[in-house]
Nanobody, 111 residues
Framework: QVQLVESGGGSVQAGGSLRLSCAAS????????MGWYRQAPGEQRELVAT???????VYADSVKGRFTISRDNAKRAVYLQMNSLKPEDTAVYYC?????WGQGTQVTVSS
């Protein structure tokens, strides 16, 4: 079965940066679109970014120009580089592979 493990979350001040990592098990990773979602307290989950097996990316307007999603197929990993962080980026961030979800990693951005 697919297992996704996120890491790299933490607390930073506005304007700071964090890099999230997601390690995926299984060869299904190689033919799957990978995504990052986030969920803030009291809010529904929001799609942050996706990346296709070939590297095509899609970003939410709220993070465009600040976040970068990437993948390493050899390592079966996906990353989310987050720069110029804002308090509204505070949320639990989830790595997603098809219908499989990671446990989430907390990102907190203070003013």
């Amino acid at each position: 079965q697919v297992q996704l493990v996120e890491s790299g979350g933490g607390s930073v001040q506005a304007g700071g940066s964090l890099r999230l990592s997601c390690a995926a098990s299984g060869s299904i990773f190689l033919i799957s679109v990978m995504g990052w979602y986030r969920q803030a307290p009291g809010e529904q989950r929001e799609l942050v970014a996706t990346i296709s097996p070939g590297g095509t990316t899609v970003y939410a307007d709220s993070v465009k120009g600040r976040f970068t999603i990437s993948r390493d197929n050899a390592k079966r990993a996906v990353y989310l580089q987050m720069n110029s962080l804002k308090p509204e980026d505070t949320a639990v961030y989830y790595c997603v592979l098809r219908s499989s979800w990671g446990q989430g990693t907390q990102v907190t951005v203070s003013s």
